[in-house]
């Protein structure tokens, strides 16, 4: 008999199975806190757990909820990646509405002779079946798409740092199609009833031929009148009475059921994406059916919406090229929709969803998948947005301070600051401390410096107890060493009511001092100057002309030669000037030679030798021309010359008062004027701002300053 060993087989040992190390990550909700209050109906929560060694499609984590009264459960599954989790809540936290705020309307326009129905692809059962193709199946996908545009919105304020803040939405007691298992509840129980979110059914007064008349689909480019559908949305709203009177001031998401698209003609009819905000009448933000088959109806399809790659076939509109998947079309469908509601609310076109960002990353707000690109999520709010959006009473949470109208109009300022009322105005090495000023009386949020391909530096100041004052300084020495002067240096900067300052290059700006050093030496030229209305009333950069002149120049022989005359050149509004020197030669006070000025009232005169310009009196009255109006300038023995175009009491008039245009450049007593700078438009050539150089009376400017190519305006 032979014994059996007991001990493991050496070759069985060698075939045993190695465990696989799972990293311990304890399961928690990054966004949410326990007893947090929210206003909104829908919130996007995302959290950690373990990762576990399953396949991905098998990674998922379970949501649960239950209604208090019927103590009903559903559970919901949503895709864990990398122990990375994210979903969607539907009443399932400690929730109280705001019902007295205004809410976004949700409206859904029908033809007056629609067969009800929406395009629906055969691989979305549209050959076999209506449940994504019916008005029934069109309101839920609505509604489900607003309550994710309300999740994706409150969560964005949040991690922006202005709170879980979002619209509502006006809400109904209706049957909840929200959550499939409620949906498809027992008739006759209460299980399926709850508020939901209201959608309006709007009738036209036009036919479906009318609203798929290629004429007015948006995307034909010989259509001629393409906003025509938004026209014949508004108006229905208004017939159909309230929420939609003027008066009510509503704002509204409207879908047009009818949109189709044509096969034969290749081309999307009854469909615009349009939106227009109206202070005070019918805010409407409007969009087409034709991809809303790709949208989930209930909470339960949402992550299958947002992972589904299925091509979606020749028979649907590929909108923008982007949507030949399923995936896609709910991308652009439901993100291009929030865009036209961001415009109903007042955006304009800025950044992040404002941009189109929702096409490629749309379902990062809501799922963690594989799927989801490492990009970083555009489908987002710009900052500028989400703050106009909070001074809206849509947005208000409990405790908001009132908004006070200087607040709203507060404006941003971006300026340079080189530190002239500091003491020791020059350092040792002969430069002065200056540095980059913004401000706004309303808060900053944020001030961002972009320099070429290098990252952009950001400065973020929402919830910074140290920046209450709306005020901040970087130091320019700091900006220098950072950045490179060989590319254009933009700064863009945004209040807390949303306002914004655009310098798009400070590199120009900071070259606007108001002294020149001359190298070499410790003379230094002073600046004074009149800028237009419009050139003072606006931050932003625009495109114009930078000159300066000296009235002495240096001409081809190598000898200096004085200023003989001046021509003033004025007509409706100020041209510019001319200056005419003894060897010949003239420098433009505008736009470098030939150019040619107008001026109906130009005038001429010219400058004795023993005679030195005194006094320059300016005009800013342009009437609307967004530039300076007139010039005079007078000579030391009281000669005057020019046109102010400032005309009171039948005469040209320098009287001192609040309201008066007219500005005087003088230089001191102990100073000369020595020459002209300013900035003229491009390519008109109008003058927005002339100025003066002064140097100090008796001395004797260096021989350089006169070969500075910045003084040679030929």
């Known amino acids: ?124 059962y549209g050959g076999i079946s209506t449940a994504h193709s019916t008005l029934n199946a069109a309101i839920s996908k609505l509604r489900m798409s607003a309550y994710m545009w309300q999740a994706l919105t409150a969560e964005d304020f949040r991690q922006k740092g202005l709170g879980r803040r979002s619209f509502r939405l006006e809400e109904e007691w209706s049957p909840n199609t929200t959550m499939q298992t409620e949906h498809q509840a027992t008739p006759g129980t209460n299980s399926h009833m709850g508020t939901v979110a209201k959608v309006h059914i709007i009738r036209s007064d036009k036919t479906i031929a009318e609203l798929r008349d290629a004429d007015v689909a948006q995307q034909n480019p010989r259509g001629r009148d393409r906003d025509a559908l938004h026209r014949y949305f508004e108006a229905a709203l208004a017939k159909s009475g309230p929420p939609f009177e003027s008066s009510c001031r509503p704002v509204v998401a409207g879908l047009i059921l009818d949109a189709h698209y044509s096969t034969e003609q290749s081309m999307i009819m009854g469909h615009a994406a349009l939106g227009c905000h109206k202070p005070d009448g019918i805010s409407l933000g409007i969009f087409g059916s034709h991809l809303t088959y790709s949208w989930p109806r209930f909470l339960e399809e949402v992550p299958a919406c947002l992972i589904d790659m299925m091509p979606t076939g020749d028979t649907v509109g590929n909108d923008n090229g982007e949507c030949d998947t399923m995936r896609g079309a709910c991308f652009v469908g439901q993100g291009a929709f929030l865009h036209e509601v961001g415009h109903a609310l007042g955006a304009g076109h800025t950044t992040g969803i404002m941009a189109r960002g929702y096409s490629k990353t749309w379902a990062m707000n809501f799922i963690s998948h594989e799927t989801n690109s490492a990009a970083e999520n555009d489908a987002k709010w710009d900052l500028q947005d989400a703050l106009k959006f909070k001074l809206l009473p849509h947005f208000a949470l409990p405790g908001d301070e009132l908004v006070s109208n200087d607040f709203r109009l507060a404006k941003v300022r971006v300026e340079v600051d080189f530190g002239l009322d500091s003491p020791g105005i020059m350092n040792m090495e002969g430069e002065y401390p200056e540095g980059l000023k913004v401000s706004c009386t309303a808060g900053l949020a944020q001030v961002k410096i972009e320099n070429g391909a290098n990252d952009p530096l950001n400065h973020d100041f929402i919830g910074d107890e140290d920046e209450k004052g709306g005020c901040t300084r970087l130091s320019y020495d700091n900006i220098r060493e950072r950045f490179d002067q060989n590319h254009p240096l933009r700064v863009t900067a945004i209040g807390m009511n949303g306002k914004v300052a655009i310098v798009n290059d400070l590199w120009v700006r900071l070259k606007g001092k108001p002294y020149i050093i001359i190298p070499g030496s410790n003379v230094a030229l002073r600046k004074q100057s009149v800028r237009s209305k419009d050139l ?116 040209d008039s320098d009287d001192s008062h609040d309201d008066n245009p007219v500005f005087t450049l003088e230089p001191a007593e102990d100073e000369v004027i020595v020459g002209f700078y300013g900035q003229s438009s491009s390519p008109s050539g109008y003058t927005s701002e002339f100025g003066i150089l002064t140097a100090p009376r008796g001395v004797k400017l260096p021989e350089n300053v006169y070969n500075l190519p910045e003084f040679r305006n030929n």
């Open 536 to 651: 003072d009333s606006n931050n932003d950069d625009r495109d114009l002309i930078q000159w300066a002149m000296l009235l002495h120049r240096r001409g081809q022989d190598g000898q200096l030669h004085r200023a003989t005359s001046i021509d003033l050149r004025v007509g409706c509004i100020m041209d510019g000037a001319i200056v005419y020197y003894a060897d010949g030669q003239q420098a433009n006070c505008g736009p470098s030679h030939p150019h040619r000025f107008g001026g109906h009232r130009s005038e001429s005169h010219e400058i004795p030798a023993e005679e030195t310009i005194t006094k320059i009196k300016i005009c800013k009255d342009d009437g609307g021309w967004s530039c300076l109006a007139g010039i005079c300038m007078t000579l030391s023995n009281g000669d005057e010359w020019g046109h102010l175009n400032h005309i009171e009491n039948g005469s």
């Open 1 to 124: 008999m032979t014994k059996r060993s007991l001990s493991p087989d050496p070759a069985s040992a060698r075939r045993r199975i190695k465990p696989v190390s799972i990293e311990k990550r304890p399961f928690k909700i990054i966004n949410l806190d326990e007893g947090d209050l929210v206003h909104q109906t829908c919130v996007a929560v995302h959290g950690e757990c373990q990762e576990f060694d399953y396949a991905a499609d098998t990674n998922f984590v379970s949501v649960s909820s239950s209604n208090m009264l019927s103590r009903a459960q559903t559970v919901n599954h949503w895709p864990l990646n990398k122990g990375q989790w994210k979903a969607l809540l539907h009443h399932a936290v400690n929730y109280i509405p705001l019902l007295q705020l205004p809410p976004l309307h949700l409206a859904v326009l029908v033809a007056k002779d629609s067969p009800l129905l929406i395009d629906c692809p055969p691989a979305k």
